[in-house]
């Protein structure tokens, strides 16, 4: 049995959290169970580039999605954070607006020269529900044809209540759409990356009723050449709107946008995580043609006011105006999968690392591979790392900390051969096994 820490505060405190808080967190990934149940440090006290101290004192390297994707600059980048306190020593809110979100959208729409028009919120799924309800608006049409994992919003979930699983192969299988309402069915439909027969399939069906198509640009493959076109044109010829979700996507693979790299305009763009670099930000630009029906409905909320997201977004975009930040964080996303290719030839054990070297996912090729990868996780926070099954780099990322991280690695893939060798993966993790996707906790 894996030794157990003597004092675990964040153990103890997240079993708190699950009496007082209904799935222990605010966020699915952020859950202990998704990395390794009873073991993984779910609180931390400070956090900075890519270090974080847990309750108890310790220290980690962060290998994991810094921040689910949000924190692109490292933890409390000096000039984004000096940038907030600013804002927040002379009043972050107030009854009157704050003029950063005017010059926010003016340096979005300098970076997208398509679009006219931005609105703004505080994260990702919001801001994809409000372009969702613009498409609605603009097209006076109800249905919305997607690829992939756009929030938590019952336009969203609707499409589980079509058929139980049509939302499994576009982030986490088992996303159960219980609260969305019956009448919401049929409203949402999935379609595959890549497969413009499939969205095809869907105008043909539905076309008259098609408020929008809302996708990533890419997230983990990179777009056949006839793709992204091919969307534009079906849009154009059933007058539906193309939304791009940027929420990922974008600043972390280049300055702005994913999509300025593929020459396809969309009508609206989305971007939240890393624009504000830790702090709550989502923005929503597009064609004024488009954008203009945001006036004929209700979008409004006292918090989208607030000066510390357009500010810190400001300062985001500029450290990565200055820095080449996508580069970086592409060149220690492919360090971190050549040195792992390596290191897994060098003791044959089978490890896949996909999608791109900025959001790099891995996973081990065993037939309980779920528990090999909590076995790994939880050898590796005791030599000062969190891990698991993505790496998503950072500017604060080095090559110096990839050369710690591997060192690590290679004991604890020495002991993972041995364990699948030996077949005793589950005995020697002694815990509980990390969860795969959604799930009831209790
Ligand atoms: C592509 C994409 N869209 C939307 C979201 C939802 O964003 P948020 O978690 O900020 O609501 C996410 C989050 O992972 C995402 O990756």
Not at 16 to 32: D, F, M, V, Y
Not at 47 to 67: I, M, P, Q
Not at 143 to 150: N, P, S, T
Request: net charge negative; hydrophobic share 40%; proline share 5%.
């Amino acid at each position: 049995m894996a030794d157990t820490p003597e004092t675990n505060r964040s153990r103890d405190l997240y079993r708190e959290a699950r009496r007082w808080i209904p799935g222990g967190t605010q966020l699915l990934s952020k859950r202990p169970e998704m990395f390794a149940p009873e073991r993984w440090p779910a609180y931390y006290t400070d956090a900075h580039g890519c270090e974080v101290v847990d309750l108890d004192g310790r220290k980690y390297l962060d290998f994991t999605h810094n921040g689910v994707g949000s924190c692109l600059l490292g933890y409390a980048h000096p000039r984004v954070t000096a940038a907030v306190v600013d804002r927040i020593q002379r009043g972050s809110m107030c009854s009157l607006n704050n003029p950063e979100e005017v010059t926010l959208a003016r340096k979005l729409i300098e970076l997208h020269p398509w679009a006219e028009q931005a609105r703004f919120a505080r994260c990702g799924g919001e801001s994809l529900a409000i372009a969702v309800r613009i498409a609605r608006a603009a097209t006076g049409r109800d249905v919305i044809a997607f690829c992939g994992y756009h929030g938590w919003s019952d336009w969203y979930l609707a499409a589980n209540r079509s058929a139980n699983q049509a939302l499994d192969g576009h982030l986490l299988p088992g996303l159960s759409p219980a609260g969305v309402p019956r009448g919401l069915q049929g409203t949402a439909l999935p379609f595959g990356y890549n497969r413009l027969e499939e969205l095809a399939a869907i105008i043909r069906d539905q076309g008259r009723n098609l408020a929008a198509v809302v996708m990533e640009p890419t997230r983990h493959t990179p777009p056949l050449p006839e793709f992204l076109p091919g969307v534009r044109q079906l849009c154009d010829d059933c007058g539906a709107k193309l939304v791009f979700d940027e929420v990922t996507t974008g600043l972390r693979f280049r300055q702005g946008g994913k999509h300025l790299d593929y020459g396809v305009i969309p009508d609206m763009a989305v971007f939240a995580k890393a624009l504000g670099n830790g702090h709550p930000i989502g923005a929503v630009i597009g064609r004024a043609s488009t954008m203009e029906a945001a006036q004929n409905t209700f979008i409004s909320s006292t918090y989208w006011t607030e000066g510390v997201g357009p500010t810190a977004a400001l300062a985001t975009l500029e450290v990565c105006g200055e820095i080449d930040v996508a580069g970086h964080v592409r060149s220690i996303g492919e360090q971190f999968r050549d040195q792992w290719q390596t290191l897994a030839k060098k003791h044959e054990l089978s490890v896949t690392l996909g999608g791109y070297p900025a959001l790099t996912t891995l996973a081990f090729g065993h037939e309980d591979a779920a528990a090999l990868m909590t076995l790994f996780t939880v050898r590796m926070l005791d030599h000062g790392f969190l891990a698991g099954s993505g790496f998503y780099p950072t500017l604060a990322h080095q090559p110096e900390h990839i050369d710690k991280f591997m060192s690590a690695a290679e004991h604890v893939c020495m002991e993972l051969v041995d364990a699948v060798q030996q077949g005793d993966v589950r005995t020697r993790l002694g815990s509980p096994v990390k969860h795969g996707g959604f799930a009831r906790l209790t």
